[in-house]
């Protein structure tokens, strides 16, 4: 039930786990033995047809059944696998799906969500705006807290937290109910009210007060729902998270385009696109929308790998080419991503993509070393070069044998 039980289980569980690759590997091994048994026969058959005796025939049959075990062909793709998930998880990065991590090389456009992800996601209530007289900010303030209370999103837990430090009276709310991706209802002293999104605002066909229109701020709307009436507002800012500059800096180097995807509005979306020098970003997008935005870019011919930690974040997490979870986030994102962040770092993202794109390279060279060496090995322990006076024995063929795996291990560790 701890957090290291899960993580010891993750790796475990991707280093048991079998990628294309890998099975490729096995398949290939699966063959070679196949065929060194049958050349084993068939040089044994050869060399009694030639002349030679018994003795030096099964030396011949013996040595190329050694030279051509299946060691290290066996093991070109399981022992970097084993390296690169225990050093991945000592670097904040747990594997959940090797066939996704491998394939992270091929990533050529990634999607952020915003808050939580590239901002910090501890926002802060900046400013209340009243619009009904009726409704002090103290009371407004204390009513949307009480409204947010059960919630566990970043903005609902700063008002929460404001109410708290100005010492807001917090009131009972009966029928609470969450409206997906536009906001929250709640009776209070027997009227209902709403806490509204702007896109929600817009649909109950009330107007964005004119000083909130160009506001670079998160901004929620309290109405009384009976009367359609808009009480406060309240604007809350978040903050980017430093590292996210260097983040998206490298991976821009990679060649790899970088896109926001946000439920926050288009002045917002723009202002945080622009300080981070994004290629583009999606705004006003709703929880059930997120999942669209990836198959767009997918439809486009993207490779796309979809970066987010809250419940909402899932289907797109999952509709992704590879999905990566904030380890902050919720646990729900967590089991729906392929990779996890521990450290909640933009960065360790380019470092996957680079150590994806580094672990792939090692099984393909390791892949095509084991190869290599059993086309000419093999051969030379037939006896192909007798003629001119050059014979492995088949001690000299363990030898070989050994050094090739040896040769294999050292690449994977490197």
Not at 311 to 319: E, G, K, T, Y
Request: proline letters at 3%; aromatic letters at 8%.
């Amino acid at each position: 039930a701890t957090y290291l039980s899960k993580v010891i289980n993750l790796v475990k569980s991707a280093q048991a786990s079998k990628s294309k690759t890998q099975v490729l590997a096995d398949k290939a091994a699966f063959w070679l033995t196949i065929m060194a048994v049958s050349i084993g026969v068939a040089t044994f058959t050869a060399w009694l047809l030639l002349g030679k005796d018994v003795a030096f025939a099964i030396e011949r049959a013996a040595t190329v059944l050694i030279i051509a075990c299946p060691h290290a062909l066996g093991l070109a793709v399981p022992l970097v696998v084993a390296i690169s998930t225990a050093l991945s998880a000592q670097n904040g990065l747990l594997i959940r799906n090797r066939t996704a991590f491998e394939n992270s090389r091929r990533i050529s456009t990634i999607v952020f969500d915003k808050t939580g992800t590239l901002t910090k996601g501890t926002f802060t209530l900046t400013k209340i705006y009243n619009f009904d007289t009726n409704y002090s900010r103290d009371k407004a303030l204390g009513m949307a807290a009480s409204l947010e209370k059960n919630s566990e999103h970043p903005i609902a837990r700063a008002v929460v937290k404001e109410a708290e430090n100005k010492g807001s009276k917090f009131f009972a709310v009966k029928n609470f109910q969450a409206i997906k991706g536009k906001g929250i209802e709640g009776e209070i002293e027997g009227a209902s009210y709403i806490l509204a999104s702007p896109g929600y605002l817009k649909e109950l066909n009330l107007v964005i007060p004119s000083e909130l229109k160009q506001t670079s701020a998160t901004v929620i709307y309290l109405i009384e729902k009976n009367e359609n009436n808009l009480i406060s507002a309240f604007a809350l800012s978040d903050v980017v998270r430093p590292e996210s500059q260097g983040a998206i800096d490298l991976l821009k180097k990679e060649g790899i385009k970088v896109w926001m995807l946000t439920g926050d509005n288009a002045q917002v979306a723009k202002e945080v696109s622009e300080e981070l020098g994004l290629d583009g970003y999606f705004a006003e997008v709703l929880p059930d929308q997120k999942q669209d935005k990836i198959k767009e870019l997918q439809e486009k011919g993207e490779y796309v790998a979809m970066v987010g930690d809250g419940i909402n974040d899932a289907p797109a997490l999952a509709q992704a080419n590879v999905g990566i979870a904030i380890g902050s986030g919720t646990d729900i994102a967590a089991e729906t991503a392929d990779i996890i962040l521990v450290n909640s770092n933009p960065k360790d993202i380019a470092s996957l993509i680079m150590f994806g794109k580094a672990t792939y390279k090692k099984m393909i060279q390791n892949l095509i070393w084991a190869t290599g060496y059993n086309v000419v090995a093999i051969p030379l322990a037939a006896g192909v070069l007798y003629g001119y006076g050059i014979l492995l024995s088949p001690a000299l063929g363990a030898v070989f044998m050994s050094l090739s795996t040896i040769i294999v291990a050292i690449n994977a560790k490197t």
